[in-house]
């Protein structure tokens, strides 16, 4: 099985920045898609950004120019730069890769139980 852990969350002022890291670790082959989703409250979660094993980046149109991802391949690691954060970025942070464990056939999605990040004055 794949653990992940999040970490960099907290309280923010508007216009702050933040910077989220996720490390996965277990029987591990290969990790392909790693990305970072978000669930406010009352909301369904939805997806804030991705990056392949290539470095190929995806962005949610509301934080694109505000947000980068970035991986560590040879620590397992996800970030997720935030900056010039607004109250409506307030929401819990969920890591999520796609991965391939040892013997397994195919791959398969992980979650972590995410970081909670609120913008606020």
């Known amino acids: 099985q794949v653990q992940l852990v999040e970490s960099g969350g907290g309280l923010v002022q508007p216009g702050g920045s933040l910077r989220l890291s996720c490390v996965a670790s277990?029987?591990?082959?290969?990790?392909?898609?790693m990305g970072w989703y978000r669930q406010a409250p009352g909301k369904q979660r939805e997806l804030v950004a991705t990056?392949?094993?290539?470095?190929?980046?995806n962005y949610a149109y509301s934080v694109k120019g505000r947000f980068t991802i970035s991986r560590d391949n040879a620590k397992k690691t996800v970030y997720l730069q935030m900056n010039s954060l607004k109250p409506e970025d307030t929401a819990r942070y969920y890591c999520n890769v796609r991965a391939t464990t040892m013997g397994a056939p195919y791959e398969d999605d992980y979650w972590g139980q995410g970081t909670q990040v609120t913008v606020s004055s």
């Open positions: 277990g029987s591990i082959f290969s990790i392909n898609v």
């Open positions: 990056i392949t094993l290539g470095g190929r980046t």
